[in-house]
């Protein structure tokens, strides 16, 4: 079965800093890569998400990379600001009806 | 659009009772919703599968007796914690998944605690 591996577990950045998670997946069947971002106490919010057949795909300060034959994909963020401080999950799919992936999570930290 | 409801957001409740909690996706039809746990400062854990008009999908290990999972609409899900006991408590969320599977939105998560 697929495996999502994510790292760093916790990442602490200077606010107008970038960051950068990083996660790999295990299956080339996996066609579909989302982010979600989880404040403390609320559900993960899908923030942005990439399919196979595109290699980058960005949402003003937020961008995410995918290297197909590599099997890894990347959440950039930039000019960090405190609101960003998060937990954020990455995850791979596979296919409708099934369900995502998760890695264990990055816990960014952005201090003013 | 694509939004996820839970009902309730927290619950309190003794040990031996049962609680249920609703999933609504509210401006969407969702085939399929999944149920997750999570433990504090951990990843979410898949629980089970539900689509609509057919039996729940449990993951190894999670007791299909004890979380009955109904999906009678496409666009309600229910779990019931039956016989809760205090190990229970956790932080319970769902995820709706859209038509033809291209996203999958969460709800905001039910806190429960047995006491």
């Given at each position: ?78 000019e960090t600001q405190p609101e960003d401080s998060a937990v954020y ?24 | ?83 809760a006991h205090p190990e229970d408590s956790s932080f319970y969320i ?22």
């Open positions: 079965g697929e495996n999502v591996e994510q790292h760093p577990s916790t990442l602490s950045v200077q606010e107008g800093d970038s960051a950068v998670i990083k996660c790999t997946y295990s299956d080339s069947a996996s066609n579909y890569f989302p982010w979600y971002k989880q404040e403390l106490g609320k559900g993960p919010q899908l923030i942005i998400d990439i399919r196979s057949n595109v290699g980058e795909k960005k949402d003003q300060r937020i961008a995410v990379t995918l290297n197909k034959t590599a099997k890894h994909f990347s959440l950039h963020i930039t999950f990455c995850a791979a799919w596979e296919q409708a009806g099934t369900a995502l992936i998760f890695g264990k999570g990055t816990t960014l930290s952005v201090s003013s | 659009g694509a939004v996820v409801s839970q009902h309730p957001s927290w619950v309190i409740c003794k040990s031996g009772t049962s609680v249920k909690i609703e999933c609504r996706s509210l401006d969407f039809q969702a085939t399929t919703m999944f149920w997750y746990r999570q433990f504090p400062k951990q990843s979410l854990m898949l629980m089970a599968t539900s689509n609509e008009g057919s039996k729940a999908t449990y993951e190894q290990g999670v007791e299909k007796d004890k979380f009955l999972i109904n999906h009678a609409s496409l666009t309600l899900s229910t779990l019931t914690v039956t016989s769902c995820s709706a998944e859209t038509s033809g599977g291209s996203r999958q939105y969460f709800g905001p998560g039910t806190r429960l605690t047995v006491t």
